[in-house]
Protein backbone atom coordinates (compact mmCIF):
# COMPACT_ATOMS: atom_id res chain seq x y z
CA UNK A 1 0.00 0.00 0.00
CA UNK A 2 2.77 2.14 0.71
CA UNK A 3 4.16 2.34 -2.89
CA UNK A 4 0.45 3.37 -4.01
CA UNK A 5 0.48 6.08 -1.83
CA UNK A 6 3.54 7.39 -2.71
CA UNK A 7 2.49 7.28 -6.72
CA UNK A 8 -0.09 9.80 -5.36
CA UNK A 9 1.88 12.62 -3.74
CA UNK A 10 3.66 13.13 -6.64
CA UNK A 11 2.46 13.70 -10.30
CA UNK A 12 5.27 11.72 -11.98
CA UNK A 13 5.26 9.26 -9.74
CA UNK A 14 1.98 8.87 -10.49
CA UNK A 15 2.12 9.03 -13.95
CA UNK A 16 5.09 6.00 -13.77
CA UNK A 17 3.15 4.06 -11.53
CA UNK A 18 -0.14 3.83 -13.93
CA UNK A 19 2.16 3.40 -16.75
CA UNK A 20 3.97 0.72 -15.17
CA UNK A 21 1.03 -1.04 -14.27
CA UNK A 22 -1.79 -0.37 -16.42
CA UNK A 23 -0.71 -3.41 -18.93
CA UNK A 24 -0.88 -6.22 -16.48
CA UNK A 25 -4.20 -4.74 -15.14
CA UNK A 26 -5.81 -3.94 -18.11
CA UNK A 27 -4.85 -7.81 -18.78
CA UNK A 28 -6.66 -9.12 -15.60
CA UNK A 29 -9.61 -6.76 -16.52
CA UNK A 30 -10.10 -8.84 -20.09
CA UNK A 31 -9.81 -12.02 -18.30
CA UNK A 32 -12.62 -10.81 -15.61
CA UNK A 33 -14.98 -9.78 -18.85
CA UNK A 34 -14.17 -13.25 -20.16
CA UNK A 35 -15.24 -14.41 -16.66
CA UNK A 36 -18.11 -12.52 -16.63
CA UNK A 37 -19.41 -13.01 -20.03
CA UNK A 38 -18.81 -17.26 -18.94
CA UNK A 39 -20.90 -17.08 -16.19
CA UNK A 40 -24.01 -14.89 -18.46
CA UNK A 41 -23.57 -17.82 -20.80
CA UNK A 42 -24.34 -20.17 -18.10
CA UNK A 43 -27.34 -18.64 -16.79
CA UNK A 44 -28.85 -18.45 -19.81
CA UNK A 45 -28.00 -21.84 -20.98
CA UNK A 46 -29.13 -23.54 -17.48
CA UNK A 47 -31.37 -20.64 -15.48
CA UNK A 48 -28.66 -20.41 -13.28
CA UNK A 49 -24.56 -19.68 -12.84
CA UNK A 50 -23.61 -22.65 -10.85
CA UNK A 51 -19.80 -21.72 -11.30
CA UNK A 52 -19.66 -18.12 -10.51
CA UNK A 53 -17.20 -14.88 -11.62
CA UNK A 54 -14.81 -15.43 -9.67
CA UNK A 55 -14.40 -19.00 -10.03
CA UNK A 56 -14.24 -18.72 -13.99
CA UNK A 57 -11.77 -15.80 -13.34
CA UNK A 58 -9.31 -17.51 -11.60
CA UNK A 59 -9.65 -20.76 -13.79
CA UNK A 60 -9.56 -18.49 -17.10
CA UNK A 61 -6.20 -16.71 -15.75
CA UNK A 62 -4.97 -20.25 -14.45
CA UNK A 63 -5.53 -21.60 -17.92
CA UNK A 64 -3.35 -18.69 -19.46
CA UNK A 65 -0.75 -18.60 -17.42
CA UNK A 66 -0.87 -22.86 -18.59
CA UNK A 67 0.22 -21.63 -22.31
CA UNK A 68 1.91 -18.89 -21.79
CA UNK A 69 3.99 -16.82 -19.23
CA UNK A 70 3.73 -13.25 -18.62
CA UNK A 71 6.62 -11.42 -19.38
CA UNK A 72 8.02 -8.63 -16.79
CA UNK A 73 6.12 -5.81 -18.46
CA UNK A 74 2.73 -7.53 -17.00
CA UNK A 75 4.02 -8.23 -13.48
CA UNK A 76 3.52 -5.22 -12.19
CA UNK A 77 0.24 -4.87 -12.90
CA UNK A 78 -0.79 -8.50 -11.65
CA UNK A 79 0.67 -8.19 -8.25
CA UNK A 80 -0.88 -5.09 -7.91
CA UNK A 81 -4.68 -6.68 -9.15
CA UNK A 82 -3.70 -9.88 -7.09
CA UNK A 83 -3.11 -8.04 -3.70
CA UNK A 84 -4.12 -4.04 -3.54
CA UNK A 85 -7.53 -4.80 -5.29
CA UNK A 86 -8.44 -7.53 -3.17
CA UNK A 87 -7.13 -5.59 -0.01
CA UNK A 88 -9.90 -2.95 -1.25
CA UNK A 89 -12.52 -5.04 -1.50
CA UNK A 90 -11.99 -6.76 1.55
CA UNK A 91 -12.48 -2.74 2.93
CA UNK A 92 -15.83 -2.79 1.09
CA UNK A 93 -17.17 -5.50 2.61
CA UNK A 94 -18.02 -4.06 5.17
CA UNK A 95 -20.36 -1.77 4.60
CA UNK A 96 -22.24 -5.00 3.99
CA UNK A 97 -22.18 -5.65 7.75
CA UNK A 98 -24.74 -4.59 9.97
CA UNK A 99 -25.18 -4.73 13.96
CA UNK A 100 -28.75 -5.17 12.73
CA UNK A 101 -28.21 -7.95 11.02
CA UNK A 102 -26.36 -9.88 13.99
CA UNK A 103 -28.99 -9.02 16.29
CA UNK A 104 -31.78 -10.03 14.75
CA UNK A 105 -30.85 -13.55 14.59
CA UNK A 106 -30.89 -13.50 18.59
CA UNK A 107 -28.23 -14.32 21.40
CA UNK A 108 -28.61 -18.23 21.14
CA UNK A 109 -28.21 -18.85 17.25
CA UNK A 110 -25.97 -16.15 16.86
CA UNK A 111 -23.74 -18.01 19.61
CA UNK A 112 -24.36 -21.08 17.90
CA UNK A 113 -23.23 -19.90 14.25
CA UNK A 114 -20.12 -18.37 16.06
CA UNK A 115 -19.19 -21.77 17.87
CA UNK A 116 -19.45 -23.05 14.73
CA UNK A 117 -17.37 -21.47 12.36
CA UNK A 118 -14.22 -21.63 15.26
CA UNK A 119 -14.78 -25.64 15.52
CA UNK A 120 -15.35 -25.63 12.02
CA UNK A 121 -11.97 -24.23 11.55
CA UNK A 122 -9.68 -25.77 14.42
CA UNK A 123 -10.99 -29.02 12.77
CA UNK A 124 -10.54 -27.85 9.59
CA UNK A 125 -6.81 -26.54 10.04
CA UNK A 126 -5.97 -29.86 12.10
CA UNK A 127 -7.60 -32.43 9.43
CA UNK A 128 -5.21 -30.03 6.82
CA UNK A 129 -1.89 -30.43 8.71
CA UNK A 130 -2.22 -33.97 9.45
CA UNK A 131 -2.95 -34.99 5.39
CA UNK A 132 0.28 -32.98 4.96
CA UNK A 133 -0.75 -29.43 4.11
CA UNK A 134 1.30 -26.57 4.26
CA UNK A 135 -0.15 -24.39 7.04
CA UNK A 136 -1.67 -21.66 4.95
CA UNK A 137 -3.38 -23.77 2.78
CA UNK A 138 -4.67 -25.68 5.76
CA UNK A 139 -5.73 -22.26 6.57
CA UNK A 140 -7.41 -20.91 3.28
CA UNK A 141 -9.43 -24.64 3.57
CA UNK A 142 -10.64 -24.25 6.86
CA UNK A 143 -11.81 -20.94 6.53
CA UNK A 144 -13.05 -21.15 3.00
CA UNK A 145 -15.34 -24.25 4.52
CA UNK A 146 -16.36 -22.65 7.33
CA UNK A 147 -17.68 -19.17 7.04
CA UNK A 148 -18.31 -18.55 2.41
CA UNK A 149 -15.87 -20.21 0.42
CA UNK A 150 -14.44 -18.85 -2.63
CA UNK A 151 -15.22 -15.31 -0.64
CA UNK A 152 -13.41 -15.95 2.48
CA UNK A 153 -10.43 -17.80 0.70
CA UNK A 154 -9.78 -14.57 -0.99
CA UNK A 155 -10.17 -12.31 1.94
CA UNK A 156 -8.12 -14.41 4.43
CA UNK A 157 -5.59 -14.91 1.22
CA UNK A 158 -3.95 -11.74 2.25
CA UNK A 159 -4.50 -11.52 5.80
CA UNK A 160 -1.71 -14.40 6.12
CA UNK A 161 0.40 -13.62 2.67
CA UNK A 162 -0.98 -17.47 1.37
CA UNK A 163 0.68 -18.06 -1.89
CA UNK A 164 -1.27 -17.84 -5.35
CA UNK A 165 -1.16 -21.68 -5.79
CA UNK A 166 -2.54 -22.11 -3.16
CA UNK A 167 -5.22 -19.84 -3.53
CA UNK A 168 -6.14 -21.50 -6.72
CA UNK A 169 -6.04 -24.77 -5.45
CA UNK A 170 -8.49 -23.97 -2.93
CA UNK A 171 -10.89 -22.05 -4.64
CA UNK A 172 -10.65 -25.17 -7.28
CA UNK A 173 -11.67 -27.72 -4.97
CA UNK A 174 -13.72 -25.88 -3.11
CA UNK A 175 -15.83 -24.46 -6.15
CA UNK A 176 -16.47 -27.93 -7.12
CA UNK A 177 -17.26 -29.23 -4.19
CA UNK A 178 -19.75 -26.15 -3.77
CA UNK A 179 -21.77 -27.51 -6.54
CA UNK A 180 -22.39 -30.84 -5.37
CA UNK A 181 -23.40 -29.44 -1.60
CA UNK A 182 -25.72 -27.42 -3.84
CA UNK A 183 -27.37 -30.53 -5.46
CA UNK A 184 -27.19 -32.95 -3.00
CA UNK A 185 -28.19 -31.17 0.59
CA UNK A 186 -32.22 -30.83 -0.29
CA UNK A 187 -31.80 -34.77 -0.95
CA UNK A 188 -30.17 -34.86 2.56
CA UNK A 189 -32.21 -32.72 4.35
CA UNK A 190 -35.67 -34.52 3.00
CA UNK A 191 -34.42 -38.32 3.96
CA UNK A 192 -33.39 -36.51 7.55
CA UNK A 193 -36.87 -35.38 8.02
CA UNK A 194 -36.35 -31.88 8.72
CA UNK A 195 -38.94 -29.19 9.04
CA UNK A 196 -38.49 -25.96 6.60
CA UNK A 197 -36.98 -24.15 9.24
CA UNK A 198 -34.67 -26.29 10.40
CA UNK A 199 -33.31 -27.10 6.80
CA UNK A 200 -32.95 -23.77 6.38
CA UNK A 201 -30.61 -23.05 9.48
CA UNK A 202 -28.99 -26.17 8.35
CA UNK A 203 -28.10 -25.18 5.12
CA UNK A 204 -27.49 -21.63 6.07
CA UNK A 205 -24.49 -23.32 7.94
CA UNK A 206 -23.33 -25.39 5.53
CA UNK A 207 -23.37 -24.14 1.75
CA UNK A 208 -20.62 -21.68 0.55
CA UNK A 209 -22.32 -18.79 -1.13
CA UNK A 210 -25.81 -16.97 -0.54
CA UNK A 211 -26.99 -17.51 -3.94
CA UNK A 212 -26.05 -20.89 -3.10
CA UNK A 213 -27.76 -20.96 -0.16
CA UNK A 214 -31.16 -19.51 -2.07
CA UNK A 215 -30.55 -22.91 -4.72
CA UNK A 216 -30.06 -24.87 -1.81
CA UNK A 217 -32.98 -23.96 0.20
CA UNK A 218 -35.98 -22.85 -2.48
CA UNK A 219 -36.76 -27.10 -2.90
CA UNK A 220 -38.29 -26.47 0.80
CA UNK A 221 -40.16 -23.27 0.37
CA UNK A 222 -40.18 -19.47 1.25
CA UNK A 223 -39.22 -20.42 4.92
CA UNK A 224 -36.45 -22.32 4.25
CA UNK A 225 -35.29 -19.88 2.12
CA UNK A 226 -35.78 -17.00 4.47
CA UNK A 227 -34.28 -18.65 7.44
CA UNK A 228 -31.00 -20.28 5.23
CA UNK A 229 -30.36 -16.62 4.11
CA UNK A 230 -30.16 -14.93 7.59
CA UNK A 231 -28.27 -17.83 9.08
CA UNK A 232 -25.83 -17.64 6.11
CA UNK A 233 -25.56 -13.72 6.32
CA UNK A 234 -24.82 -13.81 10.02
CA UNK A 235 -22.16 -16.39 9.30
CA UNK A 236 -20.74 -14.53 6.49
CA UNK A 237 -20.17 -11.74 9.17
CA UNK A 238 -17.49 -14.01 10.83
CA UNK A 239 -15.46 -13.23 8.46
CA UNK A 240 -14.51 -10.02 10.26
CA UNK A 241 -13.45 -11.38 13.72
CA UNK A 242 -11.42 -14.33 11.97
CA UNK A 243 -9.72 -12.18 9.86
CA UNK A 244 -8.43 -9.68 12.53
CA UNK A 245 -7.85 -13.16 14.76
CA UNK A 246 -5.65 -14.53 11.89
CA UNK A 247 -3.88 -11.17 11.44
CA UNK A 248 -3.12 -10.84 15.26
CA UNK A 249 -2.08 -14.68 15.32
CA UNK A 250 -0.29 -15.91 12.07
CA UNK A 251 1.53 -12.58 11.23
CA UNK A 252 3.68 -12.54 14.27
CA UNK A 253 4.63 -16.69 13.64
CA UNK A 254 5.56 -15.67 10.22
CA UNK A 255 8.13 -12.86 11.14
CA UNK A 256 11.84 -13.60 12.13
CA UNK A 257 11.44 -11.37 15.27
CA UNK A 258 8.41 -12.63 16.33
CA UNK A 259 8.58 -12.14 19.97
CA UNK A 260 11.25 -9.75 20.08
CA UNK A 261 8.64 -7.34 17.43
CA UNK A 262 5.41 -8.26 20.17
CA UNK A 263 7.95 -7.08 23.19
CA UNK A 264 8.74 -4.12 21.40
CA UNK A 265 8.57 -0.82 22.72
CA UNK A 266 5.75 1.25 20.20
CA UNK A 267 4.72 -1.45 18.39
CA UNK A 268 0.81 -0.67 17.51
CA UNK A 269 -2.57 -1.95 16.61
CA UNK A 270 -1.46 -0.77 13.10
CA UNK A 271 1.56 -2.51 12.63
CA UNK A 272 -0.01 -6.11 13.77
CA UNK A 273 -3.30 -5.91 11.92
CA UNK A 274 -3.52 -5.13 8.04
CA UNK A 275 -5.07 -1.59 7.00
CA UNK A 276 -7.49 -3.65 4.91
CA UNK A 277 -9.15 -5.10 8.03
CA UNK A 278 -8.71 -1.88 9.89
CA UNK A 279 -10.87 -0.53 6.91
CA UNK A 280 -13.56 -3.08 7.20
CA UNK A 281 -14.01 -2.88 10.73
CA UNK A 282 -14.25 0.99 10.51
CA UNK A 283 -16.61 0.51 7.64
CA UNK A 284 -18.94 -1.68 9.00
CA UNK A 285 -19.12 0.52 12.69
CA UNK A 286 -20.08 3.46 10.07
CA UNK A 287 -22.74 0.97 8.70
CA UNK A 288 -24.33 -0.20 11.93
CA UNK A 289 -24.56 3.84 12.81
CA UNK A 290 -26.57 4.79 10.02
CA UNK A 291 -23.49 6.53 8.42
CA UNK A 292 -23.22 4.43 5.47
CA UNK A 293 -26.73 5.50 2.90
CA UNK A 294 -28.68 2.32 2.84
CA UNK A 295 -28.51 3.59 -1.08
CA UNK A 296 -24.64 3.01 -1.20
CA UNK A 297 -24.87 -0.78 0.16
CA UNK A 298 -25.54 -2.78 -3.00
CA UNK A 299 -23.53 -0.67 -5.31
CA UNK A 300 -20.40 -0.86 -2.80
CA UNK A 301 -21.37 -4.68 -2.69
CA UNK A 302 -20.93 -4.87 -6.23
CA UNK A 303 -17.91 -3.21 -6.54
CA UNK A 304 -16.31 -4.95 -4.15
CA UNK A 305 -17.41 -8.16 -5.93
CA UNK A 306 -15.58 -7.04 -9.50
CA UNK A 307 -12.53 -5.99 -7.58
CA UNK A 308 -12.40 -9.63 -5.87
CA UNK A 309 -13.06 -11.18 -9.04
CA UNK A 310 -10.17 -8.88 -10.91
CA UNK A 311 -8.11 -10.03 -8.50
CA UNK A 312 -8.77 -13.44 -8.74
CA UNK A 313 -8.15 -13.40 -12.47
CA UNK A 314 -4.49 -11.91 -11.44
CA UNK A 315 -4.04 -14.53 -9.00
CA UNK A 316 -4.54 -17.40 -11.92
CA UNK A 317 -2.42 -15.80 -13.77
CA UNK A 318 0.08 -16.30 -11.61
CA UNK A 319 -0.53 -19.68 -11.08
CA UNK A 320 2.17 -22.64 -11.46
CA UNK A 321 -0.86 -25.66 -12.74
CA UNK A 322 1.51 -28.30 -11.99
CA UNK A 323 2.05 -27.17 -8.18
CA UNK A 324 -1.91 -27.04 -8.07
CA UNK A 325 -2.28 -30.44 -9.33
CA UNK A 326 0.96 -31.98 -6.83
CA UNK A 327 -1.50 -30.78 -4.58
CA UNK A 328 -4.86 -32.74 -5.77
CA UNK A 329 -4.94 -35.65 -4.07
CA UNK A 330 -4.77 -33.92 -0.33
CA UNK A 331 -6.53 -31.03 -1.25
CA UNK A 332 -9.24 -32.92 -2.06
CA UNK A 333 -9.28 -35.00 1.26
CA UNK A 334 -8.80 -32.01 3.53
CA UNK A 335 -11.93 -30.27 1.82
CA UNK A 336 -14.10 -32.97 2.29
CA UNK A 337 -13.40 -34.34 5.65
CA UNK A 338 -13.79 -30.35 7.01
CA UNK A 339 -17.23 -30.34 5.13
CA UNK A 340 -18.41 -33.27 6.52
CA UNK A 341 -17.06 -31.75 10.05
CA UNK A 342 -19.03 -28.72 9.43
CA UNK A 343 -22.05 -31.07 8.33
CA UNK A 344 -22.03 -32.70 11.80
CA UNK A 345 -21.27 -29.88 13.77
CA UNK A 346 -24.39 -27.65 12.03
CA UNK A 347 -26.66 -30.66 12.11
CA UNK A 348 -25.67 -31.43 15.99
CA UNK A 349 -26.99 -27.69 16.46
CA UNK A 350 -29.84 -27.53 14.66
CA UNK A 351 -31.05 -30.33 17.12
CA UNK A 352 -29.91 -29.30 19.81
CA UNK A 353 -32.00 -26.00 19.58
CA UNK A 354 -34.78 -27.98 18.67
CA UNK A 355 -35.59 -26.86 15.40
CA UNK A 356 -35.97 -30.37 14.08
Keep these: MATAIAAIRSPRNAQDFVSRIAPGVALCLIVTAGAYLLEGAEAALFGRAWLEALVLAI ?68 VGRLLGLPMRMALLIACGNSICGNSAIAAVAPVIDADSDDVAAAIAFTAVLGVGVVLGLPLLGIALGMNAVAYGAFAGLTVYAVPQVIAATAPLGATAVQMGTLVKLVRVLMLGPVCLVLALVVRPERDETTREAAAAPGLSFGKLVPWFIIGFLALAACRSFGLVPQAAVAPLGRIATILTVVSMAALGLGVDIRSVARAGGRVTAAVMLSLAGLGALSFTLVTLLHLR
Aim: proline content about 3%; overall charge positive.
Design 59 to 126: VGGTVIRSFWVPAARWQAGINFSAKYLLEIAVVLLGASVSAATILHAGPVLLGGIAAIVALTILFGFA
